[in-house]
């Protein structure tokens, strides 16, 4: 079954609501105007609750059905931006300067109200449908703030859902696997400390560059000799920072980077390798060292039960071949994992189009993709729900 005629009627709306929320984008737990756009147009539209301040400020609208009692699913989307500069050049770019939806969240939250305007409409479903808007996707971890404040419990949710969509895969496209779809993440500091002194006399010194260095090689062996072949694991050390002068062996170095996996069995022994490389290499080389790693968000696991059904569903919006239920993962993270944990769910990937990739200074979510994912959230709720 294709779109929703409604959802193609609702496109110029949604499509407003949109470049609203793009030209006055917002970080972390800071989404205040956010948040309020979304409580306004939920109460216009005439949803049975509507909650703020969860998990700092989240909200949650509820729409019960007129076809009886029923289980409650939650739809899940994400407000905030990322602090970088806007380069698209469009109309609707941000007014904001260092702040910029760079991953689409802007499309997320105003695809869900979309559906939300329908559901509210139509109410054709039994139970109840919870609407999610979530903060701090973006290194906060707001998902799990919404968690740990109660809300799947508090509206009786069931089973979750979430969509994200992807430069990459054409409009009108979807994807989605069973198992792990995103990577669990990690963080981690490394200090490496020698004794400065005179370049010109690098014997008198122990120098921590030469260290820091064998240390940043000898992470790589982590995924080619102490991770199985068949597991994914990323390790990559994203900044090196040492020395003030050209003849001046410096006293320390600080490293910093980021862990991908796909499997908790493979997080922890990346770290566990990453202690032992860094101690090792240190003292071979006469230096001392510390090593503060901070496990980030777990793995997104899609239940295969309700990836199937989610695919299927998918299918019905935008035909069978146009479904990719068997998507490679990415190691890229989402805190939607930690509702995941708290409910059986599944999240999908939406077709964004030949676009600049997320997290890119000329990334703009694409308003074409918008009556498809409406009419999936719909699809989902009255299929999930029906009587």
Not at 10 to 28: G, M, V
Not at 222 to 229: D, E, G, K, L, M
Not at 254 to 271: D, M, P, Q
Request: proline residues 6%; hydrophobic residues 40%.
């Amino acid at each position: 079954m294709p779109i929703l005629n409604r959802a193609a009627e609702l496109q110029e709306e949604i499509t407003a609501w949109r470049r609203d929320l793009h030209r006055n984008p917002e970080l972390q737990f800071d989404v205040h105007r956010t948040a309020g756009f979304v409580e306004q147009k939920l109460r216009e539209f005439g949803c049975d609750e509507v909650v703020t301040g969860i998990g700092r400020t989240g909200v949650v609208g509820v729409i019960r059905g007129t076809l009886g009692n029923g289980p409650a699913i939650g739809l899940r989307a994400d407000m905030d931006a990322l602090p970088l500069n806007e380069v698209s050049g469009k109309p609707w770019a941000s007014t904001v300067p260092g702040r910029m939806h760079a991953c689409g969240h802007d499309g997320h939250t105003a695809m869900l109200l979309g559906a939300a305007k329908y559901l509210a409409e139509t109410r054709n479903f039994r139970g109840s449908v919870a609407l999610i808007f979530q903060p701090a996707e973006e290194g906060g971890g707001g998902g799990n703030e919404m968690v740990k404040d109660g809300m799947m419990e508090r509206f009786g949710i069931e089973r979750v859902f979430g969509m994200h969509n992807m430069p990459g895969i054409p409009v009108g496209q979807f994807a989605i696997c069973p198992g792990p779809i995103m990577a669990a993440t990690a963080e981690f500091d490394i200090v490496v400390k020698g004794r400065s002194g005179h370049a010109a006399m690098p014997h008198m010194v122990v120098d921590p560059i030469v260290a820091a260095s064998q240390i940043v090689l000898g992470l790589q062996s982590i995924a080619s000799r102490n991770v199985h072949p068949l597991d994914s694991v990323v390790v990559s050390v994203t900044k090196f920072n040492a020395g003030d002068a050209y003849n001046v062996i410096p006293d320390q170095v600080a490293l910093a980077g980021t862990v991908r996996s796909l499997r908790k069995e493979v997080a922890a022994e990346a770290e566990k390798r990453m202690r032992v490389i860094c101690e090792g290499v240190a003292a071979a080389h006469g230096a001392t060292v510390e090593v503060h790693y901070d496990p980030n968000y777990p793995v997104t696991f899609n239940r295969p039960e309700e990836a199937a059904f989610a695919g299927a569903v998918a299918g019905e919006v935008a035909g069978d071949k146009n479904v990719d239920a068997n998507v490679t993962p990415t190691m890229g993270g989402e805190d939607f994992s930690y509702m995941l944990e708290a409910r059986p769910g599944a999240l999908i990937f939406l077709g964004n189009g030949d676009t600049p990739a997320l997290h890119n200074t000329g990334y703009d979510f694409s308003d074409e993709a918008i009556p498809y994912g409406v009419s999936y959230w719909v699809r989902l709720a009255e299929t999930a729900l029906a009587a």
